[in-house]
């Protein structure tokens, strides 16, 4: 029994190390995709991520062209249209030391420039651009202190049965604020063509073709943003035609509040979502269940009254993304204040076994009498708090810290003592079996 309970630790540590490097990195959050449904012949509903039909109209050496999407059981006109397009593109090239190479045993592909064609497809009115400022740019780097994203169309590129491919390469960025890259899968039938984005050993595979993505392939647009420096390949297009819209990001001014909220966005997109839904998965994992803390990466006005009311919905970077991924997997997450106990000097802890005072809730700065007399200890002043000691499996530590409350101290003087605390993700989870975690 000694050794299972030994085996289980250590299991329970190397996971919950990993899970913790992982959320601390950049890589938890270098990519992130989504699916925008379309309605054709109708109109969105107001406040959800659908769109209406799309309309591509572009410049012809014959006239205007149009191609209306979904292209899903294609009329005879969307099949002219279709091929149209498709011999009205051009052969796209490839960056590669500075210059411009058209190479098709490294890509195979058309474009047709940004100057040449319009659609009626808004990034931003989708909730795409919000989605993309408030998980990719704070872990970003560089540029501190933007908060908004600015997505400029560049390209159309289609990639076509029976051989469209681009092998493994990284963008070159077209100015210093640029940070990323926005590639918007158009819905027409194809096989294949899948993006594989990888970053730091870790990868993500977005399959927007008929096998990977279903009925979405020819209902919906789907999307994938991530970073400059991230490899990426396109995998053969085996049938049918790949369209994409390509969008560069740049830093700029803006705001988000979207944590648990996204509807643009899905959490299994996240490269951190499979770590987490594999500890999740793993029976050893915490078996008994328990509480699992990760100490917030960016620092936050919690105990102020605006924090308060605003969090989580102003989470960003891995913060959000680790938030709407336990949310998303029907967990118990809320963000407490935790108390940082090595500056407080003034507390006589007893006995606590390596626990934590977890507060019951977000609240601001408290003033209060409670230790101006004598016979009053630690644990009643904490009761003015409010809150619990809990023993927390911790995944990260902390990094920034506010001041919860301010008690009063006795002695030879009377004075005063400030109590930080710092932000935390708490998780409750539930014993192995009990677990509920969805099928992926």
Known sequence: MA??????????????????????????????????????????????????????????????????????????????????????CQPASFGFK??????????????????????DFCPYELGIVDTIAQVLLPNAGGNAGTKGVKAELYKLNIYAAPSGFFKPHVDTPRSDTQFGSL????????????????????????????????????????????????EHEVLEVTEGHRITLTYNLYYTLGVGDLAGNSPAMDVKSLPLYKKIYEALADAEFMADGGYLGICCQHAYAHSTPEGVKSLPAILKGSDMAVYSIFLALGLDISVRPILSLEDNWFFDFYDINDQNYV??????????????????????ILREFG??????????????????????????????????????????????????????
């Not at 500075?98 to 474009?111: F, H, I, M």
């Not at 008690?407 to 605390?421: A, D, K, L, S």
Request: hydrophobic letters at 35%.
């Open 183 to 230: 590639v918007v899968s158009l819905p027409c039938h194809h096989e294949g063509g899948q993006l594989i984005v990888r970053h730091a050993e870790h990868s993500v595979t977005f399959d927007w073709g008929a096998s990977g993505s279903g009925e979405k392939v020819n209902t919906s647009a789907q999307w994938a943003a991530f970073y400059s420096d991230c």
């Open 359 to 380: 507060g019951d809730k977000l609240r601001q700065i408290k003033l209060t009498e409670a230790g101006n007399y004598e016979d009053e200890d630690s644990n009643e």
């Open 3 to 88: 050794h299972t309970t030994k085996t289980t630790a250590r299991l329970r540590d190397s996971i919950s190390e990993a899970l913790g490097s992982f959320v601390k990195s950049r890589s938890s959050t270098f990519a992130c995709g989504g699916v925008v449904p379309l309605i054709p012949g109708g109109d969105a509903v107001s406040g959800s991520n659908a769109s209406t039909a799309l309309s591509l109209r572009w410049d012809s050496p014959t006239g205007m062209g149009k191609l209306s999407f979904p292209v899903k059981a294609a009329t005879e006109e969307q099949k002219k249209s279709l091929l149209k397009l498709a011999d009205d």
């Open 387 to 440: 809150g619990k000691w809990l023993k927390v499996n911790w995944l990260t530590h902390p990094t920034s810290k506010n001041v919860g409350f301010v008690h009063m101290t006795y002695g030879n003087e009377p004075g005063i003592n400030h109590v930080y605390t710092y932000a935390a993700l708490f998780v409750v989870i539930p014993p192995a079996a009990e677990r509920l975690v969805p099928k992926e």
């Open 98 to 119: 500075g210059q411009d190479v058209l190479d098709e045993s490294y890509r195979k592909a058309t474009k047709m420039d940004r100057s040449a064609f319009s659609i």
